[in-house]
T-cell receptor
Framework: DGGITQSPKYLFRKEGQNVTLSCEQNLNHDAMYWYRQDPGQGLRLIYY???????QKGDIAEGYSVSREKKESFPLTVTSAQKNPTAFYLC?????????????FGPGTRLTVL | DAKTTQPTSMDCAEGRAANLPCNHSTISGNEYVYWYRQIHSQGPQYIIH???NNETNEMASLIITEDRKSSTLILPHATLRDTAVYYC????????????FGTGTRLQVTL
């Protein structure tokens, strides 16, 4: 089955630790995205990548880092510089060009920093 | 990006049509209207999108007014599984589409 996988579903970390969230897709999509969602709120874009080895900051990139070494993978690192990292993190992908608005989302990772 | 305005919540009886409105009075000529939904604690799901013509697929219909300042998503026969938050988004396509999700409309389908 084609789709997007995120792991783990739940993640707990101590304050001050960096943590990396995994996102893998086998849809052969060019573009990938990371969003953050806080309770009762909509999604906010953290980073996005249109092509391998290239990525751009979204609206709330501070305290986060990403890499795009492979088309299938777009891991997100939540660094200790992120002031309020506890949130629901969603990864998405889309084909390039005409259909980038049709984004396919993974199941999400719920990060709790203690 | 153009902003959208949606009601905070709506109720619908199971089996009836659910009509979800969205205002986007500042939409630009190159911006599409997208609809997504998010069932509790899951990732959003793409439903449908359109530019100026009405659109229909297996999930829903999208009606866009002639002046494109508002639209309505129609779920023709709502079921309990359609209970979700529905997001109306306007965005250009053909570029890296940065979708801006507002708080959406919480649709509750009841027996």
């Amino acid at each position: 089955d084609g789709g997007i996988t995120q792991s783990p579903k739940y993640l707990f970390r101590k304050e001050g630790q960096n943590v990396t969230l995994s996102c893998e897709q086998n849809l052969n999509h060019d573009a990938m995205y990371w969003y953050r969602q806080d309770p009762g709120q909509g999604l906010r874009l953290i980073y996005y990548s249109q092509i391998v080895n290239d990525f751009q900051k979204g609206d709330i990139a501070e305290g986060y880092s990403v890499s795009r070494e492979k088309k299938e993978s777009f891991p997100l690192t939540v660094t200790s510089a992120q002031k309020n990292p506890t949130a629901f993190y969603l990864c998405a992908s889309s084909t390039y060009r005409d259909r980038q608005g049709e984004q396919f989302f993974g199941p999400g990772t719920r990060l709790t920093v203690l | 990006d153009a902003k959208t305005t949606q009601p905070t919540s709506m109720d619908c009886a199971e089996g009836r049509a659910a009509n979800l409105p969205c205002n986007h009075s500042t939409i630009s000529g190159n911006e599409y209207v997208y609809w997504y939904r998010q069932i509790h604690s899951q990732g959003p799901q793409y439903i449908i999108h359109g530019l100026k013509n009405n659109e229909t697929n297996e999930m829903a219909s999208l009606i866009i007014t002639e002046d494109r300042k508002s639209s309505t998503l129609i779920l023709p026969h709502a079921t309990l599984r359609d209970t979700a938050v529905y997001y109306c988004i306007v965005s250009p396509t053909g570029t890296a589409s940065k979708l801006t999700f507002g708080t959406g409309t919480r649709l509750q389908v009841t027996l």
